[in-house]
C-alpha cells in the first residue's frame, strides 16, 4: 500500500492508496477519525478487472489519528491504524 502526498500527484487536495489483491471481488476504501468523522474512497481501478486497485480520496483534513480500511464483499481485506495525513 502507497499513500501518495498531493505534491507527488501534482494536484488539489487528494489522497490515494495503492494496493493489489489476489482475490476477485470489488474492494471499497474508507477513512475515518472521531474527530473528522468518515471518508469513503472512490475506487479508480481494482479488481476483478485488475489486480492492483487504486482508491482515491479527497477532501480528507490534515489530522492525526486517522484509520485506513480497505475491503470487499466476502469479508477480505485489512485496517490500518494512526495514520497522518499532512500537507505538502
Given at each position: ?6 505534491s ?15 482475490q476477485?471481488?470489488?474492494?471499497t476504501g474508507q477513512?475515518?477519525s472521531?474527530?473528522r468523522?468518515t471518508?469513503f474512497g472512490?475506487?479508480?481501478q481494482g479488481?476483478p478487472d485488475y489486480?492492483t ?11 492525526n489519528?486517522?484509520?485506513l ?7 477480505y481485506?485489512?485496517?490500518?491504524t ?6 505538502p
Open positions: 500500500m502507497r499513500w501518495y502526498k498531493r507527488e500527484l501534482g494536484c488539489e487536495p487528494l489522497r490515494v492508496v495503492v494496493g493489489t489483491s489476489d476477485s471481488y470489488p474492494v477513512i475515518y472521531s474527530a468523522g471518508f472512490q475506487v479508480v479488481p489486480s486497485y487504486i482508491i482515491r480520496f479527497t477532501g480528507v483534513p490534515f489530522d489519528g486517522y484509520t480500511t480497505v475491503s470487499d464483499c466476502e469479508g481485506g485489512f485496517t490500518v494512526g495514520i497522518r495525513v499532512v500537507g
